[in-house]
Antibody, heavy 116, light 107 residues
């Protein structure tokens, strides 16, 4: 059974950074791209970017180019997203999702709260 | 970037109604369009992929149609558990983009 297990909620100060994890089971992460998506209820879903865990190639949406850094560790079958220079605008739930025919399997999401 | 526009943003309907949600792309995306259902506090769930293919385990009351720039999600007979926000999503070309969502509520 395919599962994506994300790390727990995070509370950070403005200006700091956070690294989120997404551990895959039931398949090898090198077989498919891994995407990350941001959700704020008042803004809907925003596509952040993807990583090809097989070779580390990444692609980002323009607005997240300087905000997010995607990496993957094939030995632990885990994908990561680091968010830097956090502001209140980064307060959101972040999802990882596997891409086959679009995004088929999703992690449960991780809530990041940025507050002083 | 390809813009995805969903309408209406809010839809009220009764149990048993046939419901139609619209999604328009700012340029041709062929059939690379998915529909997702997101309930409060949950991850989005894939309903329809490649415009009209029903994801495994999704009830047959959900269907999708369209091509090019105009797409539709239809629920043939609305059920109480269908209350959610629905998003379209294009994966024809990067950056991949979501529509703004249609919030479906019971009348």
């Amino acid at each position: 059974e395919v599962q994506l297990q994300q790390s727990g909620p995070e509370l950070r100060r403005p200006g700091s950074s956070v690294k989120l994890s997404c551990k895959a089971s039931g398949y090898s992460i090198t077989d498919y791209l891994m995407h990350w998506v941001k959700h704020r209820p008042e803004h809907g879903l925003e596509w952040i970017g993807w990583i090809d865990p097989e070779d580390g190639e990444t692609k980002y949406a323009q607005k997240f180019q300087s905000k997010a850094t995607l990496t993957a560790d094939t030995s632990s079958n885990t994908a990561y997203m680091q968010l830097s220079s956090l502001t209140s605008e980064d307060t959101a739930t972040y999802f990882c999702a596997r891409h086959t025919t679009g995004l088929d399997y999703w992690g449960q999401g991780v809530m990041v709260t940025v507050s002083s | 970037d390809i813009q995805m526009t969903q309408s209406p943003s809010l839809l009220s309907a009764s149990v048993g109604d046939r419901v139609t949600l619209s999604c328009k792309a700012s340029q041709n995306i062929y059939k690379y369009l998915n529909w997702y259902q997101q309930k409060l506090g949950e991850a989005p769930k894939l309903l329809i992929y490649y415009t009209n293919s029903l994801q495994t385990g999704i009830p047959s009351r959900f269907s999708g149609s369209g091509s090019g720039t105009d797409f539709t999600l239809t629920i043939s007979s609305l059920q109480p558990e269908d209350v959610a926000t629905y998003y379209c999503y294009q994966y024809n070309s990067g950056p991949w983009t979501f529509g703004g969502g249609t919030k479906l509520e019971l009348k």
